[in-house]
């Protein structure tokens, strides 16, 4: 249970984190900030894998937090710019 609520609370931060550093204005509510973080996250951590493994027995990659930034970004610039082109 404490995993699903610390995914949203990280989630939030690096939906937020991605936010503000993407261009333009977002009207997204704390729902859309959270899935935009975890959907990052996912995306990013599969780049990480992509580049390099993690040591055996780890439980995240060193750069964990900063390609979910990054995978946020692309997230949100796909969403904004494909899914919804309003």
Known sequence: MFHIIWSIIVGFIVGLIARTLMLGMQHMGFVET??????GSVVGGLIARIFSRPADGSYFHPAGFFMSIIGAM???????HYVNPA
């Open 74 to 80: 692309i997230v949100l610039y796909v969403m904004l």
């Open 34 to 39: 959270s899935v935009i973080g975890i959907a």
